[in-house]
């Protein structure tokens, strides 16, 4: 009782501190650094991702609107820690690697491209033929 009451004399304060949470939260401070950078460089890319499969209507835009909403709501209320967000990381990389995927394939050689990095496909999957 005593916080809510804290919150409505002070709401500029608590949406500072709210907004701090968040951006702690997406973007953490990390011991190691290779870490903090994983993380929050696919934030960008995960987002872009999203938006890409809002565009498509793929169901799966529903789905991780969901978490990445429902999940993060508390820490982004309470506290904050570096290690809470590790349960979106496989997410977020789904997610990037889906826009990256898509910049690839509309890119102009984009399929040349992928074709050079897996030259006949990729492992046991030689027979596979490349669509044109």
Known sequence: M??????????????????????RFWFPPARRRVLGLSFGGAVFPAFLGLVQAWRKRALIAWWVTLVWVCYPLA????????????????????????????????APNGRNLIRRMAPGGPPGCQGFRWNE
Do not use: K
């Open 75 to 106: 820490y982004h209320l309470i506290q904050a820690d570096p290690r809470y967000p590790y349960p979106l990381y496989w997410i977020l990389l789904l997610m990037a690697a889906d826009w990256t995927a898509g910049l690839l394939h509309h």
């Open 2 to 23: 005593e916080a809510v009451t804290w919150i409505q004399y002070n709401p500029t304060r608590f949406a500072s501190l709210t907004a701090g949470r968040m951006v």
